[in-house]
């Protein structure tokens, strides 16, 4: 069944389309990766999907209900959440306050929102930094609290904006760990965004790709490397050389 | 129970902070026995009410991060308020301080409505128009005796009048605004970790991020700007049967508003102590430094340049106050 189905999404900006009629559906239990070269319309994308401001035109089903121009808070409350790619980290609230905001979301009392952010502090191995400034933190274990906080509000589709960039080898490990994790155990739907093919491809069931707004493909990981006109535009004739054996097809000749 | 609980825990202070805090109200509480001035009386119970105009203001411009310049006109509606009831109707103080508290909040939602969907300093300046508006109006209206004011006239009422809060002696205000004190101090430690003052802090932090965690930004700002208007509000109509005489140009004039915020701002806009060690230090400051120096020497307006400088010490140095002195230095000892 689809949790989310985006109609001839259309955003401009001026006379830019930032997001030009991208349509595109997302089933419940799936791990969606959007990939695209920079200023493609990723981030638009799902600043539309998640209420930050209204499409210019198209439709935002999200969970069987018309959700298009709901502002962003009446989108957590339906169950959607997201991270932001680039997390100010500027203010007074410790790692443990900002998941608790987010805990906060459901219920007024104190106690069960400490006990259930006290949950995911641990799941997601932030205990230890619990009484630290976010800014205090390494890049990695602040990408993880932005994940944290998400998580608190108890999502049904979690937007993730490039959790690993940034990020060395072994914590982009464990990053898709956690993301497997987040989607299999809890049975959140993800959509990310990322430039860290590694991560994508790997961990995808499938991808959308964008260029210029539009979407210019959309199928799972080893077909996507193999598209001629995402490898022109994104991926790049060297990337395909030395991945494609990954995904189980053959070198492009 | 659980909001008693709430209110009353104080858990993770240090035990210096709390050892001083009492130790504090205790000294609070038994000045008047000791033996003061008429003058020092008077500056104490100045400081308490300024602690919780500063508490009052801190809910929405400390932790809600929106720098509220127009304060003084909730002042003046509780203020005003409990003047006229009682000079009018004969209607005791408390009753008329409830009243005033809802008038001032549904002001505040009024204009707050509109306040809010500005920022930064935008928001700022509109606040002190809507405060400078409603003082110019109090100015004209005849109903409160326009720009003369009103006035009690203690001799028509028998004191110690504990319904109309008419006293002689200090010493029953002094009593009656600590217990103020002491009530402001435990809802603002209910606040600052209940659901909307964590929202709060969000907000501050980042709108875009709050607004991604299920938070309803310009609500809660029209929410906590409530709040901190019945704060100022009731303190307000306690500060006009004490001083017993209000004009629009005291009580609602842009001095208090931004006397306000500055105390905040000087103690630590943001958290539980800010307020009052902030009014501890000013408003002192402020009556001696006038008494010593403007009166004798002819120098009026020589506390003003000293607030200015210490105010130009601590942006900058520590934009977060005193208070934040102290969290810095704490945070570099536990590293």
């Known amino acids: ?253 | 129970m659980e909001a008693i609980r709430n209110t009353l825990d104080f858990s993770d202070f240090p035990k210096t902070d709390l050892g001083v805090a009492l130790a504090v109200l205790v000294f609070l509480f038994c000045f008047p026995l000791f033996p003061h001035s008429a003058f020092a009386m008077a500056t104490m119970i100045q400081f308490f009410i300024f602690s919780l105009y500063g508490m009052g203001w801190n809910t929405i411009g400390g932790y809600g991060g929106q720098v509220d310049l127009g304060k003084a006109q909730y002042v003046g509606i509780g203020a005003y308020t409990t003047m006229v009831c009682l000079l009018r109707w004969d209607i005791p103080f408390w009753v008329s301080m409830p009243v005033g508290a809802c008038l001032s909040i549904c002001w505040s939602f009024i204009i707050g409505y509109p306040l809010f969907k500005l920022k930064g300093h935008y928001f700022a300046i509109a606040t002190i128009a809507t405060s400078l508006v409603l003082k110019d109006l109090f100015e004209v209206w005849k109903f409160v005796g326009a720009a003369r004011g009103l006035g009690i006239l203690p001799y028509k009422y028998h004191p110690p009048d504990y319904w109309r809060l008419i006293f002689k002696e200090d010493i029953y205000y002094y009593y009656i605004i600590f217990a103020f004190f002491i009530v402001g101090l435990l809802y603002m430690n209910w606040f600052r970790k209940s659901r909307l003052g964590y929202q709060l802090r969000s907000i501050k932090d980042n709108e875009e991020v709050a607004r991604s965690l299920g938070i309803n930004v310009h609500w809660a700002k029209i929410k906590t700007y409530a709040i901190a208007t019945a704060f100022v509000s009731i303190v307000g109509s306690f500060h006009a049967v004490y001083i017993k005489n209000i004009e629009p140009e005291d009580t609602m004039s842009l001095d208090i508003s931004i006397l306000i915020a500055l105390m905040a701002m000087l103690g630590g806009a943001g958290s539980l102590w800010g307020p009052v060690i902030g009014a501890g230090v000013l408003i002192p400051l402020k009556s001696y430094l006038k008494e010593w120096l403007g009166a004798s020497a002819g120098l009026l307006g020589i506390d003003l340049i000293i607030y200015g400088l210490i105010i130009m010490i601590i942006s900058a140095f520590e934009p977060r106050g005193l208070w934040g002195i102290v969290e810095k230095y704490r945070r570099r000892r536990r590293k």
């Open chain 1, 1 to 253: 069944m689809a949790l989310l189905e985006v109609h001839n999404l259309v955003k401009a900006f001026g006379g830019l389309n930032a997001n030009d009629d991208v349509s595109f559906v997302i089933e419940k239990g799936e791990l969606l990766g959007l990939i695209g070269p920079n200023g493609a319309g990723k981030t638009t994308c799902f600043n539309c999907i998640a209420g930050m401001f209204p499409p210019t035109s198209g439709r935002i089903v999200f969970d069987g209900e018309d959700v298009t121009g709901l502002p962003a808070h009446e989108m957590a409350r339906r169950g959607l959440a997201r991270t932001f790619q680039v997390y100010t980290a500027g203010g007074d609230l410790t790692v443990g306050e900002n998941v608790l905001v987010g805990c906060f979301m459901h219920t007024r009392s104190r106690s069960s929102a400490r006990s259930k952010a006290d949950g995911i502090l641990e799941q997601m191995g932030l205990k230890e930094f619990r009484n630290q400034l976010v800014s205090e933190l390494p890049v990695a274990a602040q990408k993880r609290v932005t994940m944290a906080t998400a998580l608190g509000t108890d999502p049904k589709l979690l937007l993730l904006d490039e959790v690993a960039a940034g990020l060395n080898p072994s914590e982009i490990e464990a990053t898709m760990a956690g993301i497997r994790r987040i989607n299999a155990e809890h049975g959140v739907t993800v959509m990310l965004i990322e430039h860290v093919m590694e991560l994508v491809m790997n961990i995808s069931h499938r991808v959308i790709v964008l260029d210029y707004g539009r979407k210019i493909a959309e199928g799972c990981p080893k077909d996507i490397v193999r598209d001629p006109q995402v490898i022109k535009a994104y991926l790049g004739e060297r990337y395909v050389r030395e991945h494609a054996t990954e995904f189980g097809g053959s070198a492009i000749p």
